[in-house]
């Protein structure tokens, strides 16, 4: 009996050996070199279509239609390299073909959305350092020619009005003298170095993050926005520091005019110009109402 069970192990450890020599053989039958996956040629570059994909598509790659894509792609054109012939020149030069607007701002949008660079680099036909390089300057094009767009001037009566308006409308008419609805987030963001303190920008979610103060309309776009607090700090903090607080609690040059206000959830202090929720249970039906109304912005 004792013989058997030695033979029997004797053929398991042979049988162990004759699939690990098989094992190195495969390894040791690879190329040298490991190929690259889909390289890309000197010159190669995507060539751009709008019909490669349907509408609905398009959208979910880019969260905007293809006219929007079209109004952007032209409103910041004149801001990106390669739009004008000495641009495209250069481009050439360099990396053997211009990367075409349209290129751009689909790599840069489809980062925005989510995509990862790896994928967006491989499909786009341009290189890690390249793909950084379109992303920052498509997003700064974005901003120098749209950031008139994010503006709350308070001593605009008009723009107070139209805003005015929208939430009246929404609400039916219920609403009036209301001119955004704030909230706050936490933008994720790498660990700072040491000398920024990176455990204040640790927020309550469990990572670093800028904690972002931003107003929008009754149409959700936005009109205020503030990034001036790392990630730990409460949303109450974080606004106190923004320009728009400052107007509200009277201090500065531009004031908050009197007869409008904003709302926002109970993060915020209760005042005069922020509208905030009636807090605890057993509210009476005035103050019930008011709550209701009140969550139609936050």
């Not at 609805?181 to 700072?192: H, T, Y």
């Not at 990572?207 to 009109?223: E, G, H, K, M």
Request: aromatic share 12%; with cysteine; hydrophobic share 40%.
């Amino acid at each position: 009996m004792a013989l058997r069970k030695r033979l029997l192990l004797l053929f398991v450890l042979c049988l162990s050996l004759l699939l690990q020599g098989g094992a190195a053989q495969a390894v040791d039958e690879r190329p040298a070199k490991r190929q690259r996956l889909g390289p890309r040629r000197y010159g190669q570059r995507l060539v751009w279509s709008y019909d490669e994909l349907t509408d609905f598509e398009f959208f979910r790659n880019y969260r905007m239609t293809k006219d929007q894509f079209r109004h952007l792609v032209t409103r910041i054109r004149h801001r990106l390299p390669g739009a004008t012939a000495l641009g495209k020149a250069r481009q050439v030069a360099s990396s053997g073909a211009a990367v075409p607007p349209e290129i751009q701002l689909s790599i840069a949008l489809r980062y925005l959305a989510g995509g990862s660079y790896i994928d967006i680099c491989r499909v786009h036909l341009v290189s890690y350092g390249s793909f950084y390089q379109v992303t920052n300057r498509v997003i700064e094009a974005i901003l120098a020619e749209m950031n008139h767009l994010v503006s709350l001037d308070l001593r605009d009566e008009d723009l107070l009005h139209r805003l005015s308006d929208g939430f009246r409308r929404k609400t039916n008419g219920i609403v009036r003298g209301c001119i955004g609805a704030i909230d706050g987030i936490c933008i994720q963001i790498r660990r700072p170095a040491e000398k920024f303190g990176p455990s204040k920008f640790y927020c309550r979610k469990g990572f670093y993050s800028l904690n972002v103060q931003a107003v929008c309309d009754a149409n959700r776009r936005f009109t205020f926005v503030s990034i001036m607090a790392p990630g730990s700090s409460h949303d109450s903090m974080a606004f106190s520091l923004s320009w728009l607080s400052k107007a509200i609690n009277g201090i500065g040059t531009v004031v908050f005019p009197r007869g409008w206000f904003i709302v926002g959830d109970d993060a915020y202090r209760s005042g005069d110009t922020i509208a905030v929720p009636w807090p605890g249970r057993n509210l009476t039906r005035e103050k019930i109402g008011y709550n209701y109304w009140q969550s139609r912005f936050v």
